[in-house]
């Protein structure tokens, strides 16, 4: 499947946003993401799947102050 994450075309085998996560090693915990530009709440990533042509922006979270 060919997906694009963070601006950069990807050929992938997952076919859901939890499985795209273990496929690119980024299971972290401060981790935020959207998906066709919308975001995704962490607890619907297992259960929503993914379509060729996606577009996939990952955010690492950073505390400030």
């Keep these: 499947m060919n997906l694009i994450i963070n601006g950069e075309n990807r050929q992938v085998a997952s076919t859901h946003l939890s499985q795209l996560l273990e496929e ?38 950073i505390a400030g102050g």
């Design 24 to 61: 690119l090693e980024q299971q972290g915990g401060a981790l935020a993401l959207a998906l066709n530009g919308t975001i995704v709440p962490r607890g619907q990533w297992p259960q929503t799947p993914l379509n060729d042509g996606d577009t996939i922006d990952l955010f690492s979270v």
